[in-house]
């Protein structure tokens, strides 16, 4: 498995070189750009937050949580997925949800490098709202 994860960060580090939006840090962990949606997302989760599509459409305008959950793992992220019922909001039915965390031991990992990372998101999302 790790040596998967070091394999998919390693194409994320050539995708990002050739696209000029993947930074590498020292560890197996790549960063995508802060100010797109996958950044927001790995913000929120380097940030200690459990997330899901509800809060992505929310905060971030994107219906497609589980794609940037899937484009993280790619890039070496170990985003871990629990399943909880919830009820829907009419009441009668219960419906399963994906919530979405990092564990701590990959943000610690992630060091003073997820710190600033999540500083640089921070920052993104305030140009958008000052309307950037």
């Known amino acids: 498995m790790s040596n998967l ?4 960060a390693a194409t994320a580090l050539q ?3 050739t696209e000029g939006t993947t930074i590498q840090t020292e560890s197996v962990f790549s960063f995508p750009n802060p100010s797109t ?3 927001r997302v790995l913000g929120d989760l380097l940030a200690g937050r459990t997330i899901t599509g509800k809060d992505c459409w929310l905060e971030h305008g994107s219906s497609r949580l ?3 959950v899937l484009e993280l793992r790619r890039d070496g992220w170990p985003i871990v997925t629990v399943m909880r019922e919830v009820p829907t909001s009419d009441g009668g039915r219960i419906a399963k949800i994906a919530f979405y965390h990092l564990p701590q031991d990959a943000i610690d990992q992630a060091g003073e490098r997820g ?3 999540v500083d640089a998101v ?3 999302k305030a140009e958008v709202r000052r309307g950037r």
């Open 5 to 8: 994860r070091n394999e998919a």
């Open 15 to 17: 995708r990002g070189a």
């Open 37 to 39: 949606v996958k950044g």
């Open 66 to 68: 589980a794609h940037h």
């Open 115 to 117: 710190r600033r990372y």
């Open 122 to 124: 921070v920052a993104a």
